[in-house]
């Protein structure tokens, strides 16, 4: 049981680590709000063919909790996946690999200033290692750069990125007790829907770029794997060994999104990505001993 448990938050991690590289494979052959709306199109085509019947049987609560589903798609799925996408025409597949990793801090932080969840050392002394490990990432290893917070475009929209998904993780508290097929398929579906506004404005302003073959793999591959097999997988692993021995497992995506980044698409890896990295993981195991 454990070791399938493992296997199942593996290819979740490995799944969230490729959404990266696909994001940057699909640069000059697919727009990114594009790349979005398709994405989730597909996705909820998928689910559309299995949770129907379970999403009628739930109705009742999804009606009722309807702006809280709608706003997690909106905010969680569509609105981090275009600032990505975005970012990623202007900055390195490795360097939003890294800066990823500051979700679970930003987590962290919010839950103590919002909820005053008290906050042992090792946290603290690991919110600070992860923020310097990703504050090094955007700033390409130049303290002076850092100083005058003079950050890449892509950068500065993965970080907000970043503030984006952890906001959606930490609103999660007041999910309403759904099934997770319905729970999905709801907040595809207000993904999709959150994505269309952006896509006009993107063909209307003619910076779209229709799919070629490798866009439409892409967009094919993001639509499967980063938005359905990992959400199902990470379901599953939750429900075989715990949340808190589950979460510990986001870990590996910074290390698969690098090493992903530089096999597949040859890109360089600095010492300072190499710091960053080990500022990052060893960060995240301090804040994550410091729970214990």
């Known amino acids: 049981m454990i070791i399938r448990a493992y296997l199942f938050l593996t290819v ?23 790349l979005t709306s398709l994405r989730w199109a597909m996705a ?15 109705w009742p609560v999804i009606r009722r909790h309807l702006p809280l589903l709608a706003g997690y798609g909106m905010v969680g799925f569509a609105g981090f996946n275009i600032l ?3 970012a990623l025409g202007h900055t390195t597949a490795i360097n ?10 930003v987590i962290f932080l919010a839950n103590f200033l919002l ?31 850092l100083i005058a917070l003079e950050l890449n475009r892509g950068d500065a929209l993965m970080l907000v990125a970043v503030l984006c998904y952890a906001g959606y993780t930490v609103s999660l508290r007041y999910k309403p007790d759904l099934h997770w097929q319905s729970m999905i398929t709801v907040m595809a579906a207000s993904a999709f829907l959150t994505s269309l506004p952006f896509t006009a404005w993107e063909i209307t302003s003619g910076s779209a770029i229709r799919p070629d073959a490798t866009g439409w793999t892409v967009a ?10 990992s959400q199902v997988m990470f379901i599953k692993g939750n429900e075989l060994i715990g949340s808190n021995r589950a979460g510990l497992f986001i870990n590996l995506v910074p290390i698969f999104g ?16 190499v710091i960053a990295l080990a500022l990052v993981l060893g960060g995240i195991g301090l804040a994550e001993r410091g729970k214990r």
């Open 44 to 58: 909820v085509s998928i689910l559309a063919a299995f949770t129907g019947p379970q999403v009628k049987r739930d």
């Open 84 to 86: 990505l996408y975005s």
């Open 258 to 273: 690098t090493l992903m980044s530089v096999l597949i698409l040859g890109e360089t890896l600095h010492l300072y990505h």
């Open 115 to 145: 909820f005053r969840i008290r906050a042992s050392l090792a946290q603290v002394a690991g919110f600070a290692f992860t923020l310097a490990g990703v504050a090094l990432t955007a700033s390409g290893g130049s303290l002076a750069r």
């Open 220 to 229: 094919a591959f993001t639509a499967v794997f980063p938005s359905l097999v």
């Open 12 to 34: 979740t991690t490995l799944c969230w680590g490729a959404n990266a590289v696909a994001g940057k494979l699909a640069v000059g052959h697919i727009s990114p709000m594009l």
């Open 96 to 105: 939003v690999a890294i800066e990823q990793a500051g979700v679970p801090m």
